[in-house]
Every structure is written in structure tokens, then in C-alpha cells.
């Protein structure tokens, strides 16, 4: 079975700081992978996503993540946290082609900035 | 503009009583789903469906039904044998599936009281 792990709960950064955020899967293949964000007591914004080819993706706010095929792992950067980045941050796998099935998210990792 | 809307945004319900919980998207997606949200826990996964009258349970649906009458509508009905019912609730949907991630509603705050 499918499952993800986001080894850290929560995590402070200084405001200018970089970022990564850890991610594992535990998948028999390559995964569709993915990054959402959540603000306090609103729905999911999709950051970035992976399906195949290039193993670093962009995304949205100046987020990036890489693919590690060896590592199990989609881990979430950015080169330069705002205070507008505390969030809570969630990564999901999905099997690819396979329509009939739902996206699996981990527990998420909360995120606050300190200036 | 096309989105998913979740309505009410908060709800109280007494102990013993059905709730009913609405999703509407106007994203002409195909598939939908309900998602249930509690501190630490992460988002777990309730019902979805992939087409209008067609629905699939997920980890958690115990105490929850659904229906898929139409395309655009997804209501999760919270019911008196749901034990630990408060709880944040997300809608989302979807193209064809997980390929193209999901678009989440705001989510819904039910609260027993």
C-alpha cells in the first residue's frame, strides 16, 4: 500500500532563510507527487506537482521540489522564506493511471517564520 | 470564475442528529471527494467519485454516506453513528482521476455540541 511520511511536524525558519521540507513515499513505482499549502482554516493550494521527466519541478511562490528516485523522496525548497510562507504544508502521492483511485496525503509539516 | 464551494463554512450539530455537508464545483471535473481533517492527522480520506452515480468508500467512512446525483454536486451526509464527528471537512475535485491533482473547497468546521 501506498503511504507517505513528513518526518517533521513543525519546523521555524528565520524570515530570508532557505527552506526544505522532507517528504518520503513508499511506492512499488514512480508515483505522481505532489505539494499542496494550506493557510488556517482554508482549503489546499497545489504548489507543484511531478509525474515524469525532469526530476526538479517549479512551482508557485518561488517553491521548487526534487525527485529522488533512490531516496524515496520529494522534498520541498525555497531558496528565501517570507513571513507570508507560514503555513501548513501537506505532500501527496497518487498511482499513476489509475483513474479510480484518490490521492494519499501525509500528516503535514506547520511551518512558522520568525523575523 | 469556476471553483469548488463548500457550504456552511461552520455548523453545529447536537449529538444524535444527521448533518449534511454541500459541495458544488462548476470545473466541469469529473471526479470528486471528501477528505476529513483533524490536528496532526493529516487529510484521510472518506468518500470519492469518479462519475455521477458512482461512489467509492475510502479509509474512514464509517458513520458518513454520500450521493452522486449530479456532476456538480457531492453532499457528504455526517450521521448520528459517526462517534468523533468534529472535525474540519475538505471537498475537492478533479479531471479523470489524481493525474492533474485536486482543486479543495474552503472546508466546512463541524462542531457536536
Known amino acids: 500500500a501506498q503511504s507517505v511520511t513528513q518526518p517533521d511536524i513543525h519546523i521555524t525558519v528565520s524570515e530570508g532563510a532557505s527552506l526544505e521540507l522532507r517528504c518520503n513515499y513508499s511506492?512499488?513505482?514512480?508515483?505522481?507527487l505532489f505539494w499542496y499549502v494550506q493557510s488556517p482554516g482554508q482549503g489546499l493550494q497545489l504548489l507543484l506537482k511531478?509525474?515524469?521527466?525532469?526530476?526538479l519541478v517549479q512551482g508557485i511562490k518561488g517553491f521548487e521540489a526534487e525527485f529522488k528516485r533512490s531516496q524515496s523522496s520529494f522534498n520541498l525548497r525555497k531558496p528565501s522564506v517570507h513571513w507570508s510562507d507560514a503555513a501548513e504544508y501537506f505532500c501527496?502521492?497518487?498511482?499513476?493511471?489509475?483513474?479510480?483511485?484518490?490521492?494519499?496525503f501525509g500528516k503535514g509539516t506547520t511551518l512558522s517564520v520568525s523575523s | 470564475d469556476g471553483g469548488i464551494t463548500q457550504s456552511p463554512k461552520y455548523l453545529f450539530r447536537k449529538e444524535g442528529q444527521n448533518v449534511t455537508l454541500s459541495c458544488e464545483q462548476n470545473?466541469?471535473?469529473?471526479?470528486m471527494y471528501w477528505y476529513r481533517q483533524d490536528p496532526g492527522q493529516g487529510l484521510r480520506l472518506i468518500y470519492y467519485?469518479?462519475?455521477?452515480?458512482?461512489?467509492q468508500k475510502g479509509d474512514i467512512a464509517e458513520g458518513y454516506s454520500v450521493s452522486r446525483e449530479k456532476k456538480e454536486s457531492f453532499p457528504l451526509t455526517v450521521t448520528s453513528a459517526q462517534k468523533n464527528p468534529t472535525a474540519f471537512y475538505l471537498c475537492?475535485?478533479?479531471?479523470?482521476?489524481?493525474?492533474?491533482?485536486?482543486?479543495f473547497g474552503s472546508g466546512t468546521r463541524l462542531t457536536v455540541v
Open positions: 470545473l466541469n471535473h469529473d471526479a
Open positions: 511531478y509525474f515524469s521527466g525532469d526530476t
Open positions: 501527496a502521492v497518487g498511482e499513476p493511471g489509475q483513474a479510480g483511485t484518490a490521492l494519499i
Open positions: 467519485s469518479q462519475i455521477v452515480n458512482d461512489f
Open positions: 475537492a475535485s478533479s479531471l479523470q482521476g489524481v493525474n492533474y491533482g485536486y482543486t
Open positions: 511506492y512499488g513505482a514512480t508515483p505522481y
